[in-house]
């Protein structure tokens, strides 16, 4: 568990915002990418078989205690929340936080215990504050924030939540989030 870990967070809008993200990513990006998009228990596997089009690397919805690999996107099941412990994955059932199952802040926080100055979160678009409370616990245990430019956003809720609880590192466009995450886990190779 030495390099980095990436955690994304998108609603409304998210399916083409992480379409971008993702197709920036090298084939031999280093880190795990890990992602909750709000999705219903209702709505099957369609996400993950889309984000393989627009992705190199592999996208799975990961299993409970499943070991957290690099280079490989994990996309939180619909209808559970997808939590970091230590190098391992685990889901729950419990309640829904900030009216979602998946949520970005129960991801989030649980990547900041975990994995503290070395993760790095991003919050896209979405019409409701979850994540906000994720990415304050981000900043607070070290690690570096990228916040979707709520100008361009297709729904800026979420971003403007998230800028409101905390200072991002950086305020990005979809189009320069792909590239500063390579940049940023390109240090871990080169340093």
Known sequence: ???????IGASLGGLTALQSVLSALPRDFPAPVVIVQHRGAESGNALDSILRRSCALKVIEPQDKEAILPGTVYLAPPDYHLLIEGATFALSTEGVVSYARP???????????AYA??????????ANRDGARGSAS?????GYLIVQSPDEAECNVMPRAALAAVQADRILTLQEVGPRLVELCQEDRNG
Do not use: P
């Not at 568990?1 to 955690?7: E, Y």
């Open 117 to 126: 100055r070395r993760v790095i979160g991003v919050v896209l678009t979405g």
């Open 103 to 113: 949520s970005i802040d129960v991801l989030f926080d649980s990547a900041a215990r």
């Open 138 to 142: 981000i900043k607070r245990h070290g």
């Open 1 to 7: 568990m030495a390099g980095k870990i990436v955690v």
